[in-house]
């Protein structure tokens, strides 16, 4: 059977899923103010650690045909323990990596939440409810 990555389309719409899925692992640690390189760097290194310690060989992503390329993670996710999972889960992980959190970018959105809610309030006191038309 041939491998879903070995024509030219083929291949482009492997490195579209794995794109996607570094994209949505990048958007989760912005939404979380983390520093997306550092956790994206700690989720690699750990998960290389837990095949290391399977005894899985890390396979070659490149490679990998994207019928399988889920069910790797399928796989390394049912042999770890619930507690290493929650730990890689972004809110966990800057519980645990404090130094990786955005502060000023926490700031920022406090600020413009702090903006927004300001000019509602403004529009609401000078907004002047009109009396029901009489009929």
Known sequence: MLDSCSFPGDLAECHRQMAQL???IVANAKRHHLDPFAYVRDLLLRMSALYADSGMEVPD??????????GLGK?????????????MLPDHWATAHP????????????????????????RRGIRVVSPAPAQ
Do not use: G, W, Y
């Open 22 to 24: 570094l994209f949505t």
């Open 61 to 70: 992503f490149t490679q990998v045909p994207s019928a399988e390329f889920r």
């Open 75 to 87: 796989s390394l996710a049912t042999q770890m323990s619930s507690e290493a999972l929650t730990a």
């Open 99 to 122: 130094e990786h959190v955005l502060v000023h970018r926490i700031a920022e959105a406090r600020q413009v939440a702090d903006r927004k809610r300001d000019r509602r309030e403004q």
